[in-house]
T-cell receptor
Framework: GQNIDQPTEMTATEGAIVQINCTYQ??????LFWYQQHAGEAPTFLSY????GLEEKGRFSSFLSRSKGYSYLLLKELQMKDSASYLC??????????FGRGTSLIVHP | DVKVTQSSRYLVKRTGEKVFLECVQD?????MFWYRQDPGLGLRLIYF???????EKGDIPEGYSVSREKKERFSLILESASTNQTSMYLC???????????????FGDGTRLSIL
């Protein structure tokens, strides 16, 4: 089985930096995805990590440590439009992604 | 851009009805998925398909079936709708030969289904 854990909700201030953590326990590992989902909309792909280290894409970065079963999504220079749910999904031995319950991020002025 | 289209944004049905949710993708993706999304539970996989006429059970297949007669279309069927199937249903597709590709999933906008 697979177990993926992320905080339920986080709040942050516009312009700040926020780190959303994801820990996982899986049978096998073939990569970790982060998706963003605005209320009432479809999830959209943000990042993919399969090797240890940091992947940077503009204001968003994602980090992976396979030995610790740990990832984080780092959002810099927060904007109001970053208020959304952030979903961590782990591809295990079967290659079928399993999703965490999502972290609802609220950005306030 | 990949387009995944779900036939309805909102749907209201009655207990015991047979319900069809349709999903079409326009990028020739091999893999298609059906999820339901409930508050506090996240996305849970119902069924997936990695090829035409192929289907595999996900984590919560009970009460559902699927059909994939054409590569671009993946249908979810609620055989006899029950109130506990009231939920948001999301369809997704991904590319790659079979499932061993680890390509990101592209999601439709979802169907909010209410069973009365």
């Amino acid at each position: 089985g697979q177990n993926i854990d992320q905080p339920t909700e986080m709040t942050a201030t516009e312009g700040a930096i926020v780190q959303i953590n994801c820990t996982y326990q899986t049978s096998g590992f073939n990569g970790l995805f982060w998706y963003q989902q605005h209320a009432g909309e479809a999830p959209t792909f943000l990042s993919y990590n399969v090797l240890d280290g940091l992947e940077e894409k503009g204001r968003f970065s994602s980090f992976l440590s396979r030995s610790k079963g740990y990832s984080y999504l780092l959002l810099k220079e927060l904007q109001m439009k970053d208020s959304a749910s952030y979903l961590c999904a782990v591809s295990g031995g079967s290659y079928i992604p399993t999703f965490g319950r999502g972290t609802s991020l609220i950005v306030h002025p | 851009d990949v387009k995944v289209t779900q036939s309805s944004r909102y749907l209201v049905k009655r207990t015991g009805e047979k319900v069809f949710l349709e999903c079409v993708q326009d990028m020739d993706h091999e893999n298609m998925f059906w999820y339901r999304q409930d508050p506090g539970l996240g996305l849970r996989l119902i069924y997936f398909s990695y090829d035409v006429k192929m289907k595999e059970k996900g984590d919560i297949p009970e009460g559902y079936s699927v059909s994939r007669e054409k590569k671009e279309r993946f249908s979810l069927i609620l055989e006899s709708a029950s109130t506990n199937q009231t939920s948001m249903y999301l369809c997704a597709s991904s590319s790659g030969t079979g499932l061993n590709s680890n390509q990101p999933q592209h999601f439709g906008d979802g169907t909010r289904l209410s069973i009365l």
